[in-house]
Nanobody
């Protein structure tokens, strides 16, 4: 069983930056591919970014491409989401997720509890 704990969320002005972290425990982190998702108020959960086992094969949603960057440090069992040029529409609860196999859209085996990101004008 893998536990995922997100951190780094908060309140930021539009145009600002945040870096989210997701720390994993209870499993072999390097054997999981990792994804970030988000759920905005009143909306469905949506895919944000994905990274392969060794840090390659990054995939991004069109809405964040060029502004967000996903990375991982297998020695620290942590995946990151660097978010730059934040927009009001990036406001959401952000979740990290782990999968042993599948596509960037799923299925995912484990999910974190989420961290709130609020972008203000």
């Amino acid at each position: 069983q893998v536990q995922l704990v997100e951190s780094g969320g908060g309140l930021v002005q539009a145009g600002g930056s945040l870096r989210l972290s997701c720390a994993a425990s209870g499993g072999t982190f390097s054997s999981y591919r990792m994804g970030w998702f988000r759920r905005a108020p009143g909306k469905e959960r949506e895919f944000v970014a994905f990274i392969g086992w060794s840090g390659g094969s990054a995939i991004y949603a069109n809405s964040v491409k060029g502004r967000f960057a996903i990375s991982r440090d297998n020695a620290k069992n942590t995946v990151y989401l660097q978010m730059n040029s934040l927009k009001l529409e990036d406001t959401a609860v952000y979740y990290c997720a782990a999968q042993s196999r599948g596509s960037n859209l799923g299925p995912y085996d484990f999910w974190g509890q989420g961290t709130q990101v609020t972008v203000s004008s």
